[in-house]
Structures are given as structure tokens and as C-alpha cells.
């Protein structure tokens, strides 16, 4: 695991400084100075392959978090294998040739 | 409103009518046959154009006022004329003297009194005026008859003496009349335009002088007699302003008044109108603004309560499975751990079904074309990840993409609910379920007929059609929250659809159920 931020301002700056990008990011929305659509997309911004699995409380983003990109969005509450199953099927998508 | 021009005009108009009639009197001392001639002219013109004016009007009024009195003046102008030219000295009618025209003129002036009070008593009828035309003629035959035929009609003057006691009776008589003429008008004012209302009452004041002056009269020729004429000349001018003038200038003031009058009722209703209607939209927008203001209460916390009690079940959730994995003993409370993710998966259904459901009332999903069995074969992907202790076997054989429907977002909840539900209520150690898929045509529409064999515990007859209704307490512990199937039946019926539940071997529930979808195909 790369790391973890307190909310979506961090989440920006610690994807910054990664010099190994990570190649999958559990993004949760109702974060303090940054929520997570507006991490994403700045994220997004810097590197394209990302992949941003949503996992939110909030269904209502749901639409929105995916037409900007997200590789997937899970309301919660999930199960941790569920978890790890969306995980490992974002790693195989992940692009080979980084 | 009277402008300053007006003032000015009429003040031109009073000083012409001055000196016409200054003019008129100064003829009298010329031939006093001549004066008496242009005055009764004067007031037989007036006379008939009255009956011109009440004539033509008689189709808009909507009662017969100015017809019975157009109708009368026309009598009461032939019995003036027959008076002008039956006058002392005009030699047309030979053998008569001065009580010829006395009683022609007293005639007249009674006829005219009458005609003006029956004609305000009986303001607000309506006459036929082929009967009021008839009436008339039959009653100036009659005074002429009585007068040159049967001599019958009471002699008003008789030379050397004067005027009869008849007469100046009758002057006084008449003179009552027309004063009550005058309190009729004041009482039924509303019915005139000021200025007619003015002008009316000026005529009888005139007419009232003109009948106390001829009570005094010795000669045909005197002064009296003058005077009485200059008085009727007044009074007929203002006749004229009254219903002459005014039916050619401003005829909407005579003939339409009525209508005039219903336009100003109309007018001060539509401004009420109008106020009401100011008033309630004021109130309207109080009660919008709110609405408004609970709705937007109403959405905030329900999407507080479904992302924070999600958030809590998520937690619960994440620390069951924790403890799934470090407890010492899992054997011993894996029962309790997998009840307690059961109750947490159960709140988490309970939450996303109250805010699809809300999501639905509030018609918010629009309709969409969704192809069946592609949403179908997530539903079923996505169902068959869940890990089990028992086999799941779902059966599936339709691979076509072409079969689409009227639906929305909604529709995979659907599927997933139904195949939840399905597994849910099984307690067989292989989970068995046949999804089939098929067209058919009902009053000329083409359904696709989704099907969803079970082999679970069933329904039984008694509640196959009540678990699709909401809030009955009966139902919880037999399928979904009491909630799920009256949701899926919601949306269901947004796609124009029917949703019910058979045995999947009629007859015998326990053998389980077979869920069935109708929805209208589109192509």
C-alpha cells in the first residue's frame, strides 16, 4: 500500500509527490478540503491510468463519479472480499507497458 | 368631467339659446300667430325626432323607456301640430275658437305627463312595440274623435269668460303628475347618465312654469300665454339636449346604458377579481416557498440518514469480518458473526430500497432503452460473487442482446432483488433457479415475459398478492423488509410492467415460486 490521505487536498499532494505512481486509489466524497470527485479528477488529470475505485456512502454521486473517470463505484457497506475481489480486477486492467 | 373647453362651449351654447329665444319672444310682437308657430315647430320637431331616436333603439334596450316615450312624443307632436294649426286665427279649422286649441293642448300636455310617469313606473319591462304603437293610435283616435267627431271632450275655454274650471283643474293635475314624475327619476336615478338625469328633470321643472302660467291666461294672444310658450320652448330644448342630443352624439349613454352600466359592474368585479387573485397568489407562493423549504429538509436528511448509516454499517461491517479473521475461537461465534453481517446487509438493503423508492416518486429516473438479458447477466454475475456454503445454480440460456425495454438504472435492483430474494428464501442445499425468457402480445401489445423459477420455500396463495403492498406487518419475515417487492412492483409499473409470483408447479407451493415479469417490448 502506497499510503493513506485524511482527505481528497492530501490525496492530490501525496499523488504529487509519488515518483511510482500507484495504480489503484480507494477514493471515498465527503472529505473535508477536498471531496473525492474533485480528487479524482484532478488526479486523473496527472496521470490517466489511475484507477480510482469509488467507495462512497453517498449513491447519489454515483453517475457523476463515473462519467469522470472512475474505474468503479461501491456504495457501501461491502464486503472486504468484495473489496479485494474489485481490487485485484482494477490491477489486471491496469495498463502493462507504465 | 366637464373641461375647461367644455365649460366654455356649453357657456356659448346657453348664450345662443338665450338669444334664439330672445329672438323668438321679439316675434311676437311682430305676428303673435308667427311666434306661437316657430314655438310649437320647435317642440313638435323635437317631439318626433324622440320617436326617431326611441324607435330605432327599441332592438338594443332592454326595456321599453325611450320606445314608449319615442312613441308617445310622435302622438303627443301630431296633437301639437293639430293645436298649431288649429290656433285662434289660423282659419284652418273653421267654426272652432280659442277652446279648439285649449283643448287640444291640454290633451297633449295630460297624454305627456302620463306617457312620462307609466313610462318610469314601468322602467325596468319590456313591451312589444307593435302593442305600445296600437295602444297610442287607438288613444289619439279616441282624443280626436272626442274633440272634432263626438264633441265630447270638455270644453277648456269659452270666449268671453276663459278658461274653464276643467282646464285649470287639469293644469294642476297635470302639474302633480309631473312632479311625481320628478321624485320617480330621483328615485331611479342609477338608470340615466347624469346629464340625461339633469336634463330630464330641468324639461318637467319647464313644463311645470309652462302649465301654471296657462292657468292664468284670459286671451290666446296674452302674456300669460307668452309665457307659457317660452316655458315649453325651455322645456322641449331640454328634451332635446336630454334624449335628442344625446342618442345621436353619445348614444351609448341612452340607448346602451344598461350595457354601459353592466361594463362598469364588470369592471369593478374584474378589479376585485384581480385583487383576489393577487391576494391568493401571495398566499400561493407562501405556502410554494414553504413546501419548498420542507422538501429540501425532507432530501437533506434523507440523504444524511443514507450516507451515515451506511457509513455505520460499513463500519459494522468491516468489523465483523475483522473479527472473523483474529477471534480465537471463530467456530464458536461464526453463528453470531454471520448473523450480525446478515442484520448489516439487511440495513444497507432497507436504506438503498427507501431512497430508490423516494428516487422513483419523485419521478426523477427517466425512461431509457435497456437490453434484458445484458442487465440480466450482471445481475446474475454479480449474485454469483457472494460467497455460500451452498451451491448456486442459475440458469440462463437466453443470449440475446437485441431484447430491450422502457426502463431505467433501477432495473438491475430489480433483478438483483428478485435473485436475492430467490436465494434468501431457499433452504436447500443447491440453490436452483431457471430464468426464461419469452414474447407475448396482449391487446395489441408485445411484452417480453421474464420468468424466474425457484426451487425455495414459496408463497402461498393467501399471500401472493400482498407481498407486493407496503406496510404489511404480515409479510416482513416471508420476503424482502416489507419493502423490496413493493418497490420492485413500483418500478415495475413505471415501465408500464406487471410483476407477480405463481408456484413454479401449480397448485403446490411448497415445491417454490416462479416470479414473473411483464414488460412492454420496444424494438
Not at chain 1, 486509489?25 to 477536498?34: A, G, N, S, V, Y
Not at chain 2, 366654455?8 to 338669444?19: E, P, R
Not at chain 2, 290656433?87 to 297633449?108: D, E, K, R, S, V
Request: with cysteine.
Amino acid at each position: 500500500m502506497a499510503g493513506i490521505a485524511e482527505d481528497g487536498e492530501e490525496a492530490v499532494i501525496m499523488f504529487k509527490a509519488f515518483l511510482v505512481k500507484p495504480k489503484v486509489i480507494l477514493m471515498d466524497h465527503r472529505m473535508p478540503e477536498k471531496t473525492g470527485l474533485e480528487a479524482t479528477e484532478e488526479i486523473l488529470d496527472l496521470d490517466k491510468k489511475v484507477k480510482i475505485i469509488f467507495v462512497s456512502a453517498d449513491v447519489s454521486i454515483k453517475e457523476e463519479a463515473l462519467s469522470i473517470g472512475a474505474f468503479s463505484f461501491w456504495v457501501k457497506p461491502f464486503t472486504i472480499d468484495a473489496l479485494i475481489h474489485e481490487i485485484n480486477r482494477a490491477i489486471e486492467s491496469y495498463p502493462l507497458n507504465n | 368631467m366637464v373641461t375647461k373647453t367644455g365649460k366654455s362651449k356649453s357657456g356659448v351654447n346657453i348664450g345662443i339659446g338665450i338669444l334664439v329665444l330672445f329672438f323668438i319672444f321679439l316675434t311676437s310682437y311682430y305676428n303673435y300667430l308667427l311666434f306661437h308657430s316657430i314655438a310649437e315647430l320647435f317642440s313638435i320637431l323635437i317631439a318626433f325626432s324622440i320617436f326617431i331616436i326611441g324607435w330605432n333603439s327599441r332592438k338594443y334596450m332592454d326595456n321599453s323607456y325611450f320606445l314608449l316615450l319615442g312613441i308617445a312624443y310622435l302622438f303627443i307632436g301630431l296633437i301639437d301640430l293639430i293645436h298649431t294649426l288649429g290656433y285662434t286665427g289660423m282659419g284652418i279649422f273653421l267654426g272652432y275658437a280659442t277652446n279648439l286649441p285649449a283643448q287640444l293642448w291640454i290633451a297633449a300636455r295630460y297624454l305627456e305627463a302620463i306617457s312620462l310617469l307609466v313610462a318610469l313606473l314601468l322602467i325596468n319591462k319590456k313591451f312589444g312595440y307593435k302593442y305600445l304603437f296600437l295602444l297610442y293610435s287607438i288613444i289619439f283616435t279616441l282624443i280626436i274623435m272626442a274633440i272634432f267627431y263626438w264633441k265630447i271632450f270638455p270644453t277648456c275655454f269659452i270666449e268671453g269668460e276663459g278658461l274653464t274650471l276643467f282646464k285649470i283643474y287639469s293644469e294642476y293635475l297635470i302639474n302633480v303628475i309631473l312632479f311625481i314624475n320628478i321624485i320617480l327619476i330621483l328615485r331611479r336615478r342609477i338608470k340615466f347618465e347624469k346629464l340625461i338625469y339633469y336634463y330630464i328633470i330641468i324639461s318637467i321643472i319647464s313644463t311645470i312654469c309652462a302649465e301654471m302660467a296657462f292657468t292664468l291666461y284670459i286671451s290666446a294672444y296674452g302674456f300669460s300665454n307668452l309665457v307659457g310658450h317660452i316655458f315649453k320652448i325651455i322645456s322641449f330644448y331640454f328634451v332635446y339636449k336630454a334624449i335628442v342630443e344625446t342618442g345621436f352624439k353619445r348614444p351609448y349613454n341612452l340607448i346602451f346604458r344598461d350595457l354601459k352600466l353592466r361594463e362598469t359592474e364588470l369592471v369593478k368585479y374584474q378589479t376585485q377579481l384581480e385583487s383576489l387573485v393577487e391576494e391568493r397568489t401571495i398566499k400561493l407562493k407562501k405556502s410554494e416557498e414553504k413546501y419548498r423549504k420542507a422538501y429540501h429538509r425532507a432530501e437533506f436528511y434523507k440523504d444524511l440518514f443514507a450516507h451515515d448509516i451506511n457509513n455505520i454499517l460499513q463500519s459494522l461491517l468491516s468489523g465483523i469480518q475483522v473479527c472473523e479473521v483474529t477471534l480465537d475461537n471463530p467456530s464458536e461465534t461464526r453463528d453470531s458473526l454471520n448473523i450480525m453481517k446478515t442484520q448489516v446487509m439487511r440495513g444497507s438493503n432497507l436504506v438503498s430500497n427507501i431512497y430508490n423508492l423516494s428516487k422513483l416518486e419523485e419521478s426523477e429516473m427517466p425512461l431509457r432503452k435497456r437490453a434484458v438479458c445484458k442487465v440480466l447477466k450482471k445481475s446474475i454475475i454479480s449474485v454469483k460473487k457472494i460467497d455460500r456454503e451452498r451451491s448456486l445454480n442459475i440458469q440462463f440460456d437466453f443470449d440475446d442482446d437485441e431484447l430491450f425495454i422502457l426502463g431505467n438504472d433501477l432495473l438491475e435492483i430489480v433483478f438483483d432483488n428478485i435473485l436475492n430474494n430467490a436465494i434468501k428464501h431457499n433452504k436447500n442445499a443447491t440453490i436452483e433457479i431457471k430464468i426464461k425468457i419469452s414474447k407475448q402480445e396482449r391487446t395489441h401489445v408485445n411484452y417480453l415475459k421474464i420468468e424466474f423459477l425457484d426451487n425455495g420455500k414459496g408463497v402461498s396463495d393467501t399471500r401472493k398478492e400482498i407481498i407486493f403492498n407496503r406496510g404489511k406487518r404480515e409479510i416482513k419475515n416471508i420476503y424482502g423488509m416489507g419493502l423490496g417487492l413493493s418497490l420492485l412492483k413500483k418500478i415495475i409499473e413505471t415501465y408500464n410492467g406487471e410483476i407477480w409470483v405463481e408456484d413454479r408447479v401449480k397448485g403446490d407451493y411448497l415445491k417454490g415460486s416462479n416470479f414473473i415479469l411483464l414488460i412492454p417490448e420496444v424494438l
